[in-house]
């Protein structure tokens, strides 16, 4: 818990240096119905954090200590919402994923109660590890918005092999990186090959702008 702790705190003093206006609910709930897009439009990560500050949430990508084995985080510091990410995972996939998690504990769990309030995940631990309730919500919001049903569907017939032409077809029709289509199926489908998600996949840290860097990632 102290290393958790002491992870909170690097956030909150990077965070300072982040300018945001008051937070928006309604406005962060129509960002995140649109997160998919985010992934698919050229310089769509720098725009989504940007779009993150202009309705009042603070992005802030900090580097896990050891032995907290985190994704992120949620919490309200001085009247804004703060999400923070780790470097855990140098996935595309992952950060959408645990961002739209994350969005979701902001929109429905802080509900601006407590500067002591704190949601802190691990968005792929598994292992029959039980979790909450809210987890739960949360992750079903998150597939939601990055059109999981709609990747189950289209996909349903063709699990084991993934024509490269119908991936690209779902992807532009549905504007969202092929990357996170073959992350949800291979998390939801333990017999996904692994060659297909390998094909598709791409990073984050290269993506993210260095005003959101806590340290050196």
Do not use: C
């Not at 008051?22 to 997160?35: E, F, M």
């Not at 994704?71 to 999400?83: K, L, Q, S, V, W």
């Not at 780790?86 to 929109?107: C, K, M, P, Q, W």
Request: net charge positive; aromatic share 12%.
């Amino acid at each position: 818990m102290y290393n958790i702790l002491t992870w909170k705190q690097k956030a909150i003093i990077f965070s300072k240096k982040l300018k945001v206006v008051d937070y928006n609910h309604k406005g962060l709930n129509d960002l995140v119905n649109q997160i998919h897009i985010y992934s698919y439009i050229k310089n769509g990560v720098s725009k989504l954090l940007a779009d993150l500050l202009d309705v009042g949430v603070k992005f802030i990508y900090v580097s896990h200590l050891s032995k907290t084995y985190l994704d992120g985080a949620a919490f309200h510091y001085e009247n804004n919402p703060i999400i923070a990410l780790t470097g855990r995972y140098n996935r595309l996939d992952n950060f959408f994923f645990t961002l739209a998690h994350e969005i979701f504990h902001v929109l429905n769990d802080l509900n601006n109660d407590s500067s002591n309030s704190i949601f802190v995940d691990d968005t792929v631990k598994g292992g029959g590890i039980k979790i909450s309730i809210k987890e739960k919500k949360a992750n079903k919001n998150a597939g939601r918005v990055l059109l999981k049903d709609k990747i189950y569907e289209y996909f349903s017939g063709s699990i084991h092999y993934l024509p490269y032409d119908k991936v690209m077809e779902f992807s532009r029709e549905n504007k969202l990186h092929p990357s996170i289509m073959m992350g949800i199926l291979a998390f939801n489908k333990p017999n996904m090959p692994f060659s297909a998600v390998q094909r598709y996949a791409d990073t984050i840290r290269d993506k993210i702008p260095s005003k959101y860097k806590a340290d050196l990632i």
